[in-house]
């Protein structure tokens, strides 16, 4: 009797320990610091002249480029290392992570999301970002709607241990590459809902030439309404996810 005892009791702290090392993917975790290289916006030209001669009609075709009152862009670089500690923050091991790859979450949510909810944002989600920065996709190239497409394709991840597909009709888009085109791979943007708060989801690419012909890890937009002369700015809280 005594030996089958010991037996079981091996047993089950063999299951116990099995069990401990089941793979729980780690959840999106707060930025610990953000530090601001640069930040620049596009440039407006001068006037361009044209002679007036009384007694003339003349036809034009006039065209500029126009700074959109919508977006707010973010790029740059990404550093972190991979820990395991405890839940007091004390680290037990850790690794740098020297190619990094995972995602950039941003939010307007002073509250952190609920990452158990988390999936893509549908037609309700970004109809209701699109009124909460005063466009009307109808009149707005720059509306969300018309600048997020559920038909971008994008790799796949994960948001802990939720599987966010290329394939379900999320809402993407792809940022621009050094030939001032989306780019084919690299730096695509997917928007998630927790079911309250919409989270602007950027996939980093490690090392990936950017719009300005420079290597960056991540491109991104977030919303923010300039429209009507508005010129208050808006905190965005973000997450990094390291895998």
Same mark, same amino acid.
Request: net charge negative; aromatic share 12%.
């Given at each position: 009797?005594?030996?089958?005892?010991?037996?079981?009791?091996?047993?089950?702290?063999?299951?116990?320990?099995?069990?401990?090392?089941?793979?729980?993917k780690a959840l999106p975790s707060g930025v610990g610091g953000i530090n601001v290289l640069s930040s620049s916006r596009y440039g407006i030209n001068g006037g361009s002249n044209m002679t007036a001669l009384a007694g003339n009609v003349t036809e034009l075709y006039v065209s500029? /480029?126009?700074?959109? @009152?919508?977006?707010?862009?973010? &790029?740059?670089? +990404?550093?972190?290392?991979?820990?395991?500690?405890?839940?007091?923050?004390?680290?037990?091991?850790?690794?740098?992570?020297?190619?990094?790859?995972?995602?950039?979450y941003a939010t307007r949510s002073s509250s952190t999301p609920t990452w158990s909810s988390i999936k893509c944002a549908n037609v309700t989600n970004v109809n209701a970002e699109d009124a909460a920065l005063g466009t009307n996709q109808s009149v707005a190239a720059?509306?969300?709607?018309?600048?997020?497409?559920?038909?971008?394709?994008?790799?796949?991840f994960y948001v802990g241990s939720i599987y966010i597909d290329s394939t379900s009709g999320c809402y993407a888009t792809k940022m621009? /590459?050094?030939?001032? @085109?989306?780019?084919?791979?690299? &730096?695509?943007? +997917?928007?998630?809902?927790?079911?309250?708060n919409l989270v602007y989801t950027a996939i980093?690419?490690?090392?990936?030439?950017?719009?300005?012909?420079?290597?960056?890890?991540f491109e991104m937009l977030v919303g923010e309404n300039g429209h009507n002369g508005d010129i208050a700015v808006t905190p965005y809280y973000f997450y990094l996810e390291l895998g």
């Amino acid at each position: 009797m005594k030996g089958q005892r010991i037996a079981w009791m091996l047993f089950i702290l063999l299951f116990v320990l099995a069990f401990s090392l089941i793979d729980i993917k780690a959840l999106p975790s707060g930025v610990g610091g953000i530090n601001v290289l640069s930040s620049s916006r596009y440039g407006i030209n001068g006037g361009s002249n044209m002679t007036a001669l009384a007694g003339n009609v003349t036809e034009l075709y006039v065209s500029a /480029n126009g700074i959109t @009152q919508t977006w707010q862009g973010y &790029f740059g670089n +990404v550093s972190g290392k991979i820990v395991l500690g405890d839940a007091n923050n004390n680290t037990f091991y850790d690794w740098n992570a020297a190619n990094p790859v995972g995602e950039i979450y941003a939010t307007r949510s002073s509250s952190t999301p609920t990452w158990s909810s988390i999936k893509c944002a549908n037609v309700t989600n970004v109809n209701a970002e699109d009124a909460a920065l005063g466009t009307n996709q109808s009149v707005a190239a720059d509306s969300v709607n018309n600048t997020f497409l559920n038909t971008t394709t994008f790799n796949s991840f994960y948001v802990g241990s939720i599987y966010i597909d290329s394939t379900s009709g999320c809402y993407a888009t792809k940022m621009y /590459n050094a030939s001032q @085109q989306k780019s084919s791979s690299d &730096f695509a943007e +997917v928007l998630l809902s927790d079911n309250t708060n919409l989270v602007y989801t950027a996939i980093i690419d490690h090392g990936a030439t950017g719009f300005d012909s420079r290597t960056h890890d991540f491109e991104m937009l977030v919303g923010e309404n300039g429209h009507n002369g508005d010129i208050a700015v808006t905190p965005y809280y973000f997450y990094l996810e390291l895998g």
